[in-house]
């Protein structure tokens, strides 16, 4: 809710909830001026101009399209969908009704991966050769944690995988060809950790992984390493940087430390958002990025035995 209040042309008018008790408490939390009492109400009220989706991924094509289809802009929760069939439906809705569907990649809209992709772009580091990324955090499980049930849309690569698999495709502007993929299942049948290969055009090889394993250490473990012929670049947390983080480059000319200035990865999201509905930016997520990190994902699962566990 803070980010909200912090840009002047965004108000949070409304909120729904599969029980209206729990919206109605949230909104008198939040100073909320009223509920909806379903999602149907939400998407069709004239009170609404954008609707943050962050339902469950099972959830997020059904009312993101619903939305669309009633007019509204739509910010949806990552991983966008539960395949990529799925994001392109609502690719598809979005450009029928002309609305705005942007992917919450929070991260992206950090001044801190802004330079990051300036320093690639200058040289410092050469061509590209390889990148490294993982997002590794422990879960505890529970029988009603989300990321703990597969037809909900968990799973480590689901939750945790798609921004080491984002960054890398972000860094590169390509679409990478999955080589292999391997993954740790849990009993629920989710995987609690993955590790995948991918090449990018010109042979550029990427090794990303996730994992959510109660065992994992309760440290930090989040990394982005780009290599290239005559440097290296890596950026310890680069999903939430307002945490901390730390962009380490080593070049033939030196080496050098940096910390990005900025606000919450939520606050420059939210501020991204507010101005591609002035239309004084593009939409940076969404669209065919959303649909090609999907069907990355696809692909991993397919790879690692996703139909066999």
């Not at 050769?129 to 849309?153: M, T």
Request: hydrophobic share 40%; net charge negative.
């Amino acid at each position: 809710m803070k980010p909200s209040s912090e840009i002047d042309d965004v108000v949070v008018t409304r909120v729904a909830a599969r029980q209206p008790e729990r919206a109605r408490a949230f909104a008198d939390e939040h100073g909320i001026a009223d509920i909806e009492n379903d999602y149907v109400a939400l998407c069709t009220s004239e009170e609404v101009d954008l609707v943050y989706n962050g339902l469950p991924p099972s959830a997020h094509a059904r009312w993101s399209i619903a939305a669309l289809e009633a007019g509204k802009h739509v910010l949806c929760e990552k991983p966008f969908a539960m395949n990529g069939g799925e994001a392109q439906l609502m690719v598809d809705a979005a450009q029928r009704s002309g609305r705005v569907l942007i992917e919450a990649f929070h991260y992206r809209f950090h001044p801190l991966f802004d330079r990051v992709l300036k320093i690639i772009a200058s040289g410092q580091i050469g061509a590209i050769q390889h990148i490294e990324s993982h997002f590794h955090v422990p879960i505890k499980f529970r029988p009603d944690e989300l990321r703990y049930d597969r037809a909900l849309g968990g799973g480590s690569m689901m939750d945790l995988g798609c921004y080491p698999l984002h960054w890398a495709r972000t860094v590169m502007g390509a679409e990478p060809e999955v080589l292999s993929a391997k993954a740790v299942w849990h009993e629920s049948g989710v995987d609690i950790a993955m590790r995948a290969e991918l090449e990018f055009p010109d042979g550029v090889r990427a090794s990303i992984s996730s994992a959510m394993s109660e065992q994992l250490p309760p440290s930090r473990d989040v990394i982005l390493v780009v290599k290239g012929d005559s440097g290296e670049l890596s950026v310890d947390n680069p999903v939430a940087p307002h945490n901390g983080h730390v962009l380490d480059v080593t070049t033939s000319a030196g080496h050098y430390t940096e910390e990005v200035a900025g606000g919450t990865t939520y606050f420059h999201q939210l501020q991204h958002v507010a101005a591609v509905l002035r239309g004084d930016a593009a939409a940076v997520t969404g669209g065919e990025d959303a649909v090609g990190n999907m069907r990355a994902l696809d692909s991993i699962y397919w790879l690692a035995g996703a139909g066999n566990a």
